[in-house]
């Protein structure tokens, strides 16, 4: 089994994993199912065909309540499955930041756009339109800020998760051997 991790996946907002194993997509997904089973009193999930959803189970339910998302795919012309792995909170707070991105973004967009209008007419009609842009920014950096504290708090998760899908991996290759 091969892992690989660049510098860039560990600074994303949702850090991603690959892992090279001789095994095909579907004996994976069958031994993966098998795998959660037996860890169930840690782990809980969804496996289907294509992907698999997997999460600690825990007391608390923090806003940033890590998954871990395994896709297994044959690569073109070879003989080696990936499974990619990509952390991230769950789909529906992960649509909501990315929402709230959208829309502060939008907002800054359109008061820098009558701030420097305003500037190349000569107009003092929107003087509040520089300090709304200004705020709009600060809202973009602490949406930002909240997402870096929920990914921190939920860190031993993760490496929960990490472990789990290098093991579900290792021990099949070892039953294949």
Known sequence: MKIEES???????RPRFKMYTDISPQQYTAYLRNF?????????????????????KTTENDYWKPNLALRAEREDGENITTVRGIFGPSSAVWTFFMFIYFVLSILWMVFITIWFVERQIGSDDFPWALTASFITVFLLVLTYLASLFGQRKARTEMQKLR?????SVIKIEEINT
């Open 7 to 13: 510098t860039l996946d560990s600074i994303r907002s």
């Open 36 to 56: 959660l089973g037996e860890n169930s009193d840690e782990f809980s999930g969804v496996i289907n065909s294509e992907t698999a959803i997997i999460t600690v």
């Open 163 to 167: 472990s789990f899908a290098e093991r």
